[in-house]
């Protein structure tokens, strides 16, 4: 039983790769996982909000925002992890 060689290709059987630019990358990305750039977003307003509060002088609120700051950068930490997952089990059907 021996094994036969595969099949010459055919360069019009080659796949095609279109040029993708950064807008059209961030907005498929976007897409694909919306809850990474929500998560981005609201860390940054937290942090610019937390500043704020530190330059005016109220403290208490100042470390209530860092606080907050943490918890959002946790959530866009789990929604990155959990878009890779999603990825890897949709590409695996």
Known sequence: MAAEPPPPLEPG????????????KFLRKTRE???VPLGCLCTVG????GIICFKKGNTRRS???MRARVLAQGFTIVSVVGGLMATTVKSRK
């Open 13 to 24: 059987s080659w796949p095609t790769f279109t040029e993708e630019g950064f807008t059209e």
């Open 33 to 35: 996982n919306p809850l």
């Open 46 to 49: 937290i942090l610019a909000y």
């Open 63 to 65: 470390q209530l925002m």
